[in-house]
């Protein structure tokens, strides 16, 4: 009596499970990678206002001008604290951006009145947004507006 060897393979099903498997977790990673991105702009935005808004209320407190400066190479900002110079980078997938920005500093009176040319716009991009923080002549606010390019 003979026996035939067979040979081992998988079948069709099983390959076609496995590239669904795989695909299925691909657009999760995907997906969560974006959402993380997301998070992580809106984090960004809130610091760089909160910052700026930190810099005015300084400018309050001692009684001085106070400026909060943006570097559009390093895409970073700094500002004085207590005679220290703090830099701050923003965070990768959000770049400032020159062409639509109309300052490169805010500076903020000793009422924290933004300066004569204090006050303006910085923007900033992430994919399809376009990102614009504005400090209000006379009152000195600060607003977030966004808007699709």
Do not use: C, W
């Not at 977790?25 to 808004?53: A, C, G, H, P, Q």
């Amino acid at each position: 009596m003979t026996r035939f060897k067979t040979k081992r393979a998988f079948t069709i099903i099983e390959i076609v499970l496995v590239i669904a498997l795989v695909s299925i977790l691909t657009k999760i990673y995907f997906i969560n990678n974006d959402f993380i991105n997301e998070y992580r702009v809106k984090e960004s935005l809130n610091k760089i206002i909160t910052d700026i808004e930190y810099v005015r209320n300084q400018a309050i407190n001692s009684a001085k001008t106070m400026e909060i400066s943006f570097n559009f190479d390093d895409n970073s900002y700094s500002y004085n604290e207590k005679e220290t110079m703090i830099d701050i980078e923003i965070v990768k997938p959000l770049k400032l951006d020159y062409s639509n920005s109309n300052r490169t500093k805010f500076v903020f009176t000793k009422n924290g009145i933004p300066a004569k040319d204090g006050a303006g716009t910085i923007a900033l991009i992430y994919k399809h947004n376009l990102y614009r923080i504005s400090v209000v002549p006379v009152t000195g606010m600060v607003n977030l507006k966004r808007d699709d390019i």
